[in-house]
Each structure stands twice: as structure tokens, then as C-alpha cells.
């Protein structure tokens, strides 16, 4: 065929106002003036109205599908139309065919058509008419047919034939974006178009890259994400940024690691082309805008893009009009953004933004479960608890047969908002919910129960209601551990309760259990020091248990504490001033903070002096940690961790230990695995702006202090006062100190 312009040499009004109808996506209105001029059969006025009858009958519906009988209507419409003498209204309805035929599923008849209208010679001025549009509809259909054609050949054939299919998918995006470019700048301001991508052209588009991934070509795939996205946006485009916007930030977190990224380049990302096609380029972004710095930065910054656009689409008044499938579609946009989204921030833990996003998608997520339950995680995650278990409360009000939920909330009102009742009557909820589930919910359930009645043992005064409580918090774990013998926080609960009534023994017995379950949980290692402890028995055991805890977990504060007074008592007091020491270094390096302190500077000397004054003890063999694995080094500090209050108080060993065995119980820092959230201590009013940093370093000059006033030591003993009193002012544990240093 020869060579087709886009317009005719000469056109009446009627036609050219007809011809601006359909480039701005106003069909009805074209034809309503078509129509109107009462137009004859064999006018080329008659066959404009037979083209606009055959692109209505292909508009998608709803479910983005074409039904049978459309595509029926549509073929006799182009049909009559290339009977006809108009050359460009033949040229566009056999485009029109060859996407008929296509949609039919007989990809050989439409790759025979198109290719025989030499789609790539056809002169596209000016660009802003309906022509191209259909033009860039025919090459996406070409590419399409060629690459199921490719299928069928060789290998060396395929990788030849990828190339032109990249080519045509290219001019096809190219020429559809600068079309609609082109169109709203000649639009009047405040012009509604209801012009779009085409779904075929959208498909097309989205493939380029993804044949470049599997010809394994990933930072080509990715100058093609950045070249797209970086095209002037456009109502019309919104739809595929959107999608490319998801799809590029997968690539980015999938498929490319810190060595292989690159940094955006904006002096090499070009479009290719020629002087021929150069035209159809579309309009860029000016290049000095902001440039990600790394593959999570450029993930994020697309994720957010991705996310502005889908929560604007999304339909939110739900008029009668729009049909159920658009109302989903539009909400499964979203929700995929919202995915990727909590995926990458919960990654980097950026908790807080990511409840923000999350909290702009509930205006569109009535009674969506999933959208509810993120959000709740994420408050949870950014210590926004009281919020956390309303967004929960919300979730089980949409689906209250969820046992994760449950749980999750318990778990907050018993460890966090001090709302014994409520904890106690989820968990018990909870318990009913599972019966139906796997043994190991209903475990976890009457666990919760168990730690309930724990918490309330311990602030009953009552004798008698206290050993009652007490019984029944027993008797729940036990209940759990027989459901789930595998489930260490069971045991560890158990052991815990058992050392709080005296039962030493089978305490014990029971916590080095819950350490072969989990080698490496600290508050076990914690209790089973403690109860090593017990009368100042076995302590060459409880010192062998921290440090076989501390080689797993160097920086475990808690564990440190316990072994700086272990070692005092086992020793002597220059044994636990080693001890602190060490926990100085950590906590400088773990806290990152200028080593400023006169007694910092003193240690670092003494340490050089006397680092050969302390023999290492030879402790016997007789315990046993049979499954201890390794576990890299991590700090598990909470801002409200219970470690800080462990030495508050030295008394008696039976006292002490009751003290110690009741402060673990609520959970102390360094806990891992553990789903069961520890109860936080409330605060004293004075101490309530003090940072966790500072709060355990307080403890640490308190312990330095003490261990020098023991070894006799009095002017160390002052500076480590003294650093204490410029750090947090007086407490009780630093007056005693004070009067034991007068």
C-alpha cells in the first residue's frame, strides 16, 4: 500500500470539527454531528460515521474485555469502511481490522495485514489528529502478533526478532505519549479530555522492559523505567505511571543489589532515534531535578509516586454509574502500592511513615481487613500502641474470627496500656477462637491467659487471692507447653512463675527446657543465672550460663549487668569493675557518643594497667548447653526496657531474687522471638525526658561507683558520682551511694 498522509489536501468544517471530536475522545459528540448533516451512503462524510461506529464498538467495558458481538459490529463497520474511496479513512479502518483480528485470536491474519500497510512510512502531521493514535494502536498490534510469531523459531532467530519488537513497542509509545502531549497543550485550560493510553499501546509499553529482562539485559531494563517515567505526565498517562512506577520499584528491590546499581545518569538517558522519528520524542522533565542516591532511596521515591497517583484514582463516592469491577480494580491498584509499600519502608523501619501512608488509605478502605491490619502493625511497630489496639479492635470488628488479632491485642493491653480486663478478656476470646484452629494458637492463648493472671498476682496484696492467682497462672502455662511442648515462651513463662513461689528446683529444670528450645533468648539465660544464684549457691554456673549468653550476644546490656555482680560476689570487686568496663565500651559504641568523661578517660588507662590483675576463673563443666547456635551480635533496647530497674534495690538473697525473678517476669531487654510483648514499667516523673542512653549509662557510673567504694577506691568513686549527678540528678540508688561515699 502506499504511502498514507494523516490529512487530506482538502476538508469541510464538518469533517475537520468532526476530526477534533475524535481526537479529544468525544465520540458520541462526533457523531451527534455527523448525524445532524443528515450525511448520504456513499459520502466519505457516511464512512467517517462507519469509522466512529467501528472504534466505539472497541472501546473495553468494564471488565477490561471485548464481548464477541462487539467485535462482530466492529469488523462490519472497518469492512464498509475499506470499501469505500477515502484512502485515510480505508488506511485507519484497516488498522482497525488488523487490531479485530488480533483480539480474535488469529494473530497470523492480523500480522499479514499490518504488515502489508507499511505502518512505519505513514506521515504523522499534524500529530495532534486521531490517525496517530490509531497508527500507534497498529504498530502495538504488530508487535504483538510478531512476538507470538517468534515463539515458533529458533533460538538465535528470537534473540534477532526481540530487537524489531523492542523498535516497534518503542515508536508505538512514543508516538501515543507525544500525540496526547501534543493534544493537551492545544486544549483550551479547564478542557476535560476523555482521550486515554490505549490498553493495547499500555500493555506494550509496560512489555519493553520486561523483554529486556529476559534477555537479561537489567540496567537496560532500568533506563527504560527512568526514560518512561521521565516523559512530562499527563491525565491521560496517570493509569501508566502509576503501574510502571509499581513495577520499577519491584525491579529495583528484586533484581538489583548495592553493587550493581547505578546512579541515575541524566546526560545518558536519551531516547534513541533518528531524524526520521525524532518528532514523535515526547516532552521530558528538565534534568536537574532530585536524583535518588541509592536502589532504596529511587524505590521509595517511585513507590510514592506510584502511591499519589493510585489514592486519587481510586474511587471513593462509589457513584451508581461505575460498575462493581471498576470499584475493585481501582482498589486493587491501590492495595498492591500499599503492599510494596509497607514491604520496602518495614525493610529500612520507617514505622511511622509507613502508618502515615497507610492511614491516607483507610478513607477508601471501609471494611477492607487487610488495609486495617497493616495499619495496625505499623502503629504497633512505631510504638503508637493505644492506636494500635483501636486499629485492631477495628479488624476484629471486620472479621472477628481472626486469631492473630486477638493475640496481637491482648498482647498490647497486658504488656503496654496496663488494661489488665481487656487483655484477660481477648485472651480468653481467643481461647474460643482457636479451638477450631492448629494446637499451637490455642497455646499461645493460654499463654496470654497465664501471663494475665501473672500481672495480677503481682499487684494483689491479698495473701491468699495472690497464691490463688498465682495457682491459676501455673496451671494455664501448663495447659500451653501441653499444647505446644516446642513453644519455649511457655516453658520460660512456667519457669518464671515457679521461681516466684520458691520452687526452685523444678524452676530450673524447666528453664534450661525452654534453652534448649531457644538457645539464644536472653531473659532465659537472665532467669537461669538467677536461679543459679539462689542463696549464693552455684555461682561459677550462673557466671558460666552469661557468658556463654554474651559470646552469642556481646552487646546484651542485661546479661552484662548480672554477670558485673556475679563476678563481685564470685570474685572480687576488681572482678566486677572489669566487667563494667566492658560495659562502658559497649555502651559508647552502641550509642555512638563522644567519649567525653573524665571516668571514661581513667578506664581507658586502668584497663591498659591492670587488664592482667583478673584471672579467668576455670568453672565447671557440670552445665550443660547442649543447643546453643550462633546468633550475631544485636542491641534489643526498648525506650521503656524494665533492665534499668534490676539493681534498683540490694537485699537479702531471698529478696533480691524475688525482686529479680518479678522484674523478668515483666520482661527485660534483649528478648528475641518472642511475640508476647514485655510490660513496660512506668516511668518516674522525673526521669520521664531521659533518653535510653542516658538512663543505662546512668546504671553503669552507679555500678562503677559502687564497685569502687567497695574496693576502696574513693576518688574513682567520686568522679563516677559525680558523672551521675551531671547526667541525671538524684535518685535513691545514687543518695545511698552519697552516703556510703560520706
Known sequence: MSTVKAVKTKKGKIETDVERYRSEGFCSKALELILAHGSERSTSLHMLNQLILCENELEWNDQGELPPENLSKAKRYAEEVMSGNDEQYKFEASVLLGKIYYLQGNSEKALKLLSSLNLLSAKMDPITLRFNYIVSEGLAVLGLCKEEQSKLKSVSDISKERDNIIDLYNLACHMCIKHLQELDRTQPEHTNSSVSVPPIVEKVIQKIPEILIKKGDIPGAISKYRTILGYCELPATRSLRRALSLRFSELLLRSVCIKTYHKYNTSMDQDSSTDKDAQLIPYRYPTNRYIPDNRIEEAIFSLMISEHIASQDVILNRPSELSEPQIV?????????????AILLTKVKHFKFLSKCLEKALKFSYHQFHIWYQF???LISSKQYYRGYLALRECLRIDNSKISVYLFASSLCLGHLNLIEEGMELASQAVEVSAQSEPAFMARAHLLVGWGWSILARSCCVVDKKSELRNRAVKEYRIAIQLDPDDYLGWYHLAVELATQRHLDEALSICQQSLQLMPIHSNTLYLLALLHTAGGKRLDQAAKAL????????????????????????????AGLKVYRQLLKVWRDTFSLGANSKVINRIRKAVLSNNNDITNSNTPDDLTLSSVSSFSPSLELDDDCSILNVWEEKTNDSNYLQSALSDIAIGCAGQTGASIVPLSRQSRPGNQNQTTALKVQIKIYQGLAESYLDNNQLFEAKEALDEVMKIGGLDNQTLYLIFRFL
Open 547 to 574: 557468658y556463654v549468653g554474651l559470646s552469642d550476644r556481646p552487646n546484651d546490656f542485661n546479661l552484662l549487668f548480672l554477670l558485673a555482680k556475679i563476678e563481685e560476689a564470685r570474685i572480687n570487686p576488681k
Open 376 to 378: 495496625a502493625l505499623s
Open 329 to 341: 480494580r481501582s482498589f486493587n491498584n491501590a492495595a498492591a502500592v500499599y503492599d510494596l509499600l
